[in-house]
């Protein structure tokens, strides 16, 4: 079982050439460990084409990808392919196999012992959902097309690769049971540890999924960036089409707070434990109209520099003075968050993970980048 690290996957300068045509044209960007970067095209863009290029399916006409610093083209195919998981639209089950057949051939191929391999599959059938008791000895006829997506999943997981490619996997699937692995999927990628390329054509799955966003048409890498940068800052027409930005309200269930926040300062913040004159100097020197004071984990309130003038007992408590904010998570939908706004008449919301002050998301300012 590998336990070898990605720490990176460079493209630098990629050309891959069919019939005199540029499937991809000088493509170039680098994705960081642990990412979810996903490359968003329409049929014909390059995007299966950069993927494919990734674990030497093909190989380059110009330019390098690096795998940690090491150009691919030096490495061995098969060893590569090895060391990379590879998921699919149509799966590929060797229909004569049962599930833990499917998932165990390569580690039998690379001689391990059958109570490892039986335990790799038990733990990887649990991973997505598939109960091991109930599904390891069914044959791939025997399962749904979300199972059988499942056990693609997990076979391309059994060698514990640390990059995972992923073709269009959920493409083929009904639109209901779609949205249902796209969740677990979410729900798996906090428990691995990859870094890991998705391919898709569904720009709603891409603002679903994705860390960061690469747009690629006729076979130029147009963009990259998160889902709100793409939607709020499309660097060119054909990005802004793609994306479809003159109509951002639909983005509103796949935007998450962590998008459209406002970081915090760490002088923003200001102790529970001092009174209003201590407040009011700490603020003045630092320059701060607005401070965030953190009472507990589930007490948070915003104090105004004009509101701790105003008061005549400058001894008090500085949080009896402040107003109380209503937490969010930073994975928060921006739907679900304008909802509870909206029902608790709240102008803002704090963002908080971990017991930690993220940002600030103020609903004026998200609606004014939305029109």
Same mark, same amino acid.
């Given at each position: ?9 460079? &493209? ?16 170039? &960007? ?27 399916l ?19 195919? +098969? ?20 599930v ?31 109960p ?26 059994v ?10 996997? &959920? ?35 891409? &603002?679903?999924?994705?860390d960061?966003?690469? +747009? ?13 940068e ?13 994306i ?22 760490k ?105």
């Amino acid at each position: 079982m590998s336990s070898e690290c990605l720490d990176s996957l460079k &493209f630098e300068h990629v050309t891959k050439i069919y019939k005199e045509s540029k499937a991809i044209d000088d493509v170039s &960007f680098e994705i960081c460990k642990g990412e979810l970067f996903v490359i968003l095209g329409s049929s014909g863009s390059g995007k299966t084409t950069t993927l494919r290029l990734i674990n030497r399916l093909i190989d380059p006409d110009q330019g390098a990808i690096y795998l940690n610093g090491q150009d691919t083209k030096d490495m061995d195919p +098969v060893n590569l392919r090895r060391r990379i998981g590879y998921v699919i639209q149509q799966i590929g089950l060797f229909p004569h196999m049962t599930v833990k057949e499917n998932i165990g051939l390569i580690p039998r191929l690379e001689k391990w012992k059958d109570q490892d391999i039986s335990n790799r599959i038990d733990e990887l059938l649990s991973l997505v959902a598939l109960p091991p008791d109930l599904f390891r000895s069914r044959y791939p006829n025997q399962l749904s097309g979300g199972q059988q997506q499942r056990v693609g999943l997990a076979r391309a997981l059994v060698m514990d690769p640390p990059l995972l490619l992923m073709d269009e996997p &959920f493409g083929a699937l009904d639109p209901l049971l779609r949205m249902q692995l796209q969740n677990e999927f979410l729900s798996i990628k906090t428990k691995l540890d990859k870094t890991i390329v998705f391919v898709t054509h569904d720009i709603e799955e891409s &603002f679903i999924l994705a860390d960061r966003i690469g +747009v690629m048409h006729g076979g130029k890498m147009l963009q990259i960036g998160t889902p709100s940068e793409l939607l709020f800052e499309p660097e060119n027409e054909i990005v802004s089409k793609i994306i479809g930005t003159e109509n951002k309200f639909k983005a509103l269930r796949f935007l998450e707070a962590k998008d459209v926040m406002m970081p915090l300062d760490k002088n923003c913040m200001i102790e529970v434990d001092i009174s209003c004159e201590e407040a009011i100097n700490k603020m003045i020197s630092e320059k701060n109209e607005v401070c965030i004071i953190k009472k507990s984990n589930s007490d948070i309130a915003q104090i105004a520099l004009i509101d701790l003038l105003n008061r005549k007992n400058k001894d008090e408590s500085i949080f009896e003075v402040g107003k109380k904010l209503i937490i969010v998570s930073p994975h928060d939908s921006l739907s679900s968050i304008i909802s509870i706004l909206k029902s608790s008449k709240e102008p803002s919301a704090v963002v908080m993970e971990r017991e930690k002050v993220l940002g600030i998301v103020m609903i004026n300012s998200v609606l004014m980048e939305l029109v």
